[in-house]
């Protein structure tokens, strides 16, 4: 008992044990498992949403550039306004909360409104630029088309200035002024018309003509002349352009900053990452330590319950298998060694239950005599007996006449006594302890005479139709007697002069002859013979 309880306690440790191990990796996965999801969580919920609002605010401040550089070199003021409105919607989605990085980003919330600020006063030195230029295009158009009037006129007054070869050089640089876009290349230019005009001036001159050279030096060379108002549009545009490039930078620093701050968000995410990743692999390693350590108490589990109980259980399903006395000597002070003794005591009863029940199998549960199942067995014995001693086998298969009308007239309870008491008569008359019969089943019942020929079938065929005949059970309902009759069929087998004879065959032989007998008129034997 004392090695029992030692083992038992072993047992229960080692059981304890590797309970113990599994809970304590199964917490310390949990434990990094939720630290993983408060990970993911943290990334899935700030840094993707941070790094795809970054994309979108630098997306949206790369379009503003453009529109920035398509604004500063707007030529009309339909194209401007249209580019204008375009700055205004990507500034408006910028200053959105939806677009900002952070609620609390101050320092961008500032780079946008002076981004704003400088991008309304780009948009007003576009729009003069604009003005100037048209302006500017407009007296040029005027002047030419005033001149080329008084070129093309016949009027005398103007017959010294038409003739002159100089004016038409003059009208050439006139027309290079809206082409110039450097002050130094502008003001040579203005020497070289100031040349033109007095050496235009020096030739000779009608009165109408001399009024026009002044007029001509007054509209381009003059206060707000052609010259100062290219000069001015110089002025502007170079404005506008610093101003453009101004505001470009201007988006690039935001851009910057947006990025720096992405990249901040990336750097912090991936080293939350990392710090989490040397979490997890140190988890891995102890949990794959402990999990070594559990296989080994699993090992000895099981290479404990293989050496004290699978292999005993095995020698005692041997023992077992076997039927041997050796059970009752089983070693061991356990309870596979009180199993095997339960065993021994159980043998006994076993096969005393054994032989009840087979003898149960055999034989027919009313009329007390053997089953189909019984005479099938029995038939092969005597078979192979007449096989092999050359002997005649004779089967005999018997109906008891019109019997469902005597169920239907006397009822099932007259009708198992009628089958037992036939049952009874056959088993009687067969009286040889070679001899053999049985129910077959319903009505029918079977003999099997071995060593019986011809005559000795037709007799003992005879003596079986009076016996039941002579029972004297009433039967009224008979179309053949007042009592009950039975009809048989019988087959008997030479094996002498053929050995292959099968249980079918005979059957269906006898079957044959029965068949016969109940058509010829009920209450007789039918004999056939098999050569």
Not at 1 to 15: C, N, P, R, S
Request: charged share 25%; with cysteine; hydrophobic share 40%.
């Amino acid at each position: 008992m004392q090695h029992k309880k030692k083992t038992l306690y072993l047992f229960i440790f080692a059981q304890c044990s590797v309970m113990v191990f599994f809970l304590l990796i199964l917490i310390l996965s949990l434990l990094r498992l939720i630290n993983v999801k408060e990970v993911l969580e943290d990334i899935s919920s700030n840094s993707i949403p941070t790094l795809s609002k970054a994309t979108e605010i630098t997306r949206e401040v790369q379009h503003l550039i453009s529109l920035s550089a398509r604004l500063t070199s707007s030529e009309s003021q339909s194209a401007r306004r249209i580019i204008k409105t375009q700055l205004d919607e990507t500034i408006q989605r910028l200053t959105s909360s939806d677009s900002k990085l952070e609620q609390s980003d101050k320092y961008l919330a500032t780079q946008l409104n002076v981004l704003t600020l400088e991008i309304q006063e780009l948009n007003e030195l576009v729009r003069q630029r604009i003005d100037v230029e048209k302006e500017v295009r407009v007296e040029r158009e005027v002047l030419f088309a005033y001149l080329n009037d008084i070129l093309e006129s016949r009027n005398k007054q103007y017959d010294g200035l038409q003739s002159s070869k100089k004016l038409v050089p003059l009208v050439l640089q006139i027309a290079q002024i809206n082409q110039q876009f450097q002050l130094h290349e502008l003001r040579k230019l203005e020497d070289s018309i100031e040349k033109g005009i007095a050496a235009l001036r020096a030739s000779p001159l009608d009165r109408g003509s001399s009024e026009l050279v002044n007029a001509l030096e007054e509209g381009v060379l003059g206060q707000w002349g052609m010259i100062d108002k290219q000069a001015n549009v110089m002025r502007i545009r170079g404005r506008s352009r610093g101003r453009g490039s101004f505001v470009e930078h201007l988006a690039e620093e935001v851009a910057s900053n947006i990025e720096f701050r992405a990249s901040s968000v990336t750097k912090a995410t991936s080293t939350y990452a990392l710090d989490t990743n040397i979490a997890v692999s140190k988890q891995i390693t102890l949990s794959v330590a402990l999990s070594l350590i559990v296989l080994t108490i699993c090992c000895a589990i099981i290479f404990y319950i293989y050496k004290r109980i699978i292999l005993r259980l095995i020698a005692l399903t041997n023992l077992v298998e076997e039927n041997s006395d050796e059970v009752t000597r089983f070693e061991g002070n356990d309870e596979i060694s009180r199993l095997a003794k339960t065993f021994a005591l159980y043998f006994e009863r076993v096969k005393s239950q054994e032989e009840q029940l087979i003898r149960l199998s055999l034989s027919d549960p009313l009329t007390q005599i053997p089953n189909r199942r019984a005479f099938e067995m029995e038939m092969e014995k005597a078979m192979a007996m007449s096989k092999r001693h050359n002997w005649p086998l004779t089967m005999i298969l018997l109906d008891v006449d019109s019997f469902k009308l005597y169920n239907d007239n006397y009822g099932h309870t007259k009708g198992d006594e009628c089958l037992k008491a036939v049952a009874k008569e056959l088993n009687d008359v067969v009286a040889r302890n070679t001899d053999f019969c049985a129910r077959y089943g319903g009505e029918e019942f079977v003999a099997i005479l071995p060593d019986t020929d011809e005559k000795g079938a037709r007799i003992k065929a005879e003596e079986i139709r009076k016996a039941i005949e002579e029972l004297k059970i009433d039967h009224s309902k008979s179309p053949v007697s007042t009592v009950i009759t039975a009809s048989l069929g019988i087959a008997t087998v030479d094996f002498s002069n053929h050995q292959e004879w099968t249980l079918t065959a005979i059957l269906n032989a006898a079957d044959k002859a029965l068949y016969d007998a109940k058509s010829s008129g009920r209450n007789r034997c039918v004999y056939t013979s098999l050569p």
